[in-house]
């Protein structure tokens, strides 16, 4: 289970943010202040930060500094009913990975949970053989839909492995769909 801080002042804005990412199987910690925050991230590690700009004392700013200077890496989503330039330039210089624009709704925040799990899903080159190495073992327990789903995200990644192309003709072929089997079987010939 990810652990997830939510920094911010204003009460409604941490029980909305709180409620929506336990029901999603976060879990959840508080701070309503930036010292706060900071004696949090000591003691306790967290996979994500959603972290107010204007707070009283400290500023998120300043927050996410002192974060990035600890060598936390977390990814951080900054909220503001106050949006400028300036915070945004600021922000992304300091590893902040988007804004959340106050007042939100659960739909925003879903949103941005959805892309953060889409880029953490995303094969790189560097992970491609483990993926392949995956996809065959859910092709040898017949799970057919979870290896065809799982090679599409590879695909859409990466578009020239072969082997991608080949294992997509064998999931077809198992499924009784010979005429898709050999287009793609076709296509991975193609590097031939």
């Known amino acids: ?23 999603k199987g976060f879990e959840v910690l508080m701070a309503t202040n930036g010292h706060e925050a900071l004696s949090l991230i000591d003691t306790e590690p967290v996979d994500l930060i959603f972290l107010d700009i204007k707070m009283p004392e400290i500023s998120g700013t300043e927050v996410l500094k002192r974060i990035r200077a600890k060598g936390l890496t977390a990814p951080v989503v900054i909220m503001t009913a106050f949006a400028t330039v300036k915070n945004a330039v600021d ?6 990975i988007t804004y959340l624009q106050k007042p939100f709704t659960t739909d925003k925040i879903k949103t941005i949970i959805d892309e953060m799990i889409t880029k953490e899903e995303a094969p790189n080159a560097k992970n491609i053989e483990y993926q392949i190495m995956i996809i065959k073992q859910l092709i040898s327990e017949n799970n057919l839909k979870k290896a065809l789903d799982a090679l599409k995200v590879v695909l859409s990644t990466d578009p020239n492995t072969p082997e991608v192309y080949e294992l997509i003709s064998m999931v077809y072929r198992k499924q009784g769909d010979l005429r898709k089997a050999e287009i793609f079987h076709n296509m991975a010939a193609q590097w031939e």
């Open 1 to 23: 289970m990810k652990k997830v801080l939510v920094v911010d002042d204003t009460k409604n804005i941490r029980t909305l943010l709180g409620i929506y990412l336990k029901l």
């Open 91 to 96: 922000c992304t210089k300091l590893g902040a």
